[in-house]
């Protein structure tokens, strides 16, 4: 059983940052990467970014390039998604996700098998 939970969503103005967690318990060994996801009303949940949990190797939507940093905590079960130059456009729930699915590139919702309850991000303009 996995548990991952976030946190540090919030309300910024464009242009800020925040910073998102996601705490791991459980099998946490069986992990091969984390992603994040964002969901905005009306819309399909989309990927944000990702890290391989033991490599260390980063992807991240052409949206957030040069904006947003996913990093991990190996030791303490944390990933981190650091938020810059944030806009209105980014106002979503965004969520935690584990999978088990080797590989790079796990930018498909479906790849993934344990997801947090989320957090909500609020950019306004």
């Known amino acids: 059983q996995v548990q991952l939970v976030e946190s540090g969503g919030g309300l910024v103005q464009a242009g800020g940052s925040l910073r998102l967690s996601c705490a791991a318990s459980?099998?946490?060994?069986?992990?091969?990467?984390m992603g994040w996801f964002r969901q905005a009303p009306g819309k399909e949940r989309e990927f944000v970014a990702a890290i391989s949990w033991n490599l260390g190797t980063t992807w991240n939507a052409d949206s957030v390039k040069g904006r947003f940093t996913i990093s991990r905590d190996n030791a303490k079960n944390l990933v981190y998604l650091q938020m810059n130059s944030l806009k209105s456009e980014d106002t979503a729930v965004y969520y935690c996700?584990?999978?088990?699915?080797?590989?790079?590139?796990?930018?498909?919702?479906?790849?993934?098998?344990?997801w947090g309850q989320g957090t909500q991000v609020t950019v306004s303009s």
């Open positions: 996700a584990a999978t088990q699915v080797p590989g790079f590139r796990l930018t498909a919702p479906f790849l993934y098998d344990y």
């Open positions: 459980g099998r946490t060994d069986s992990y091969r990467a």
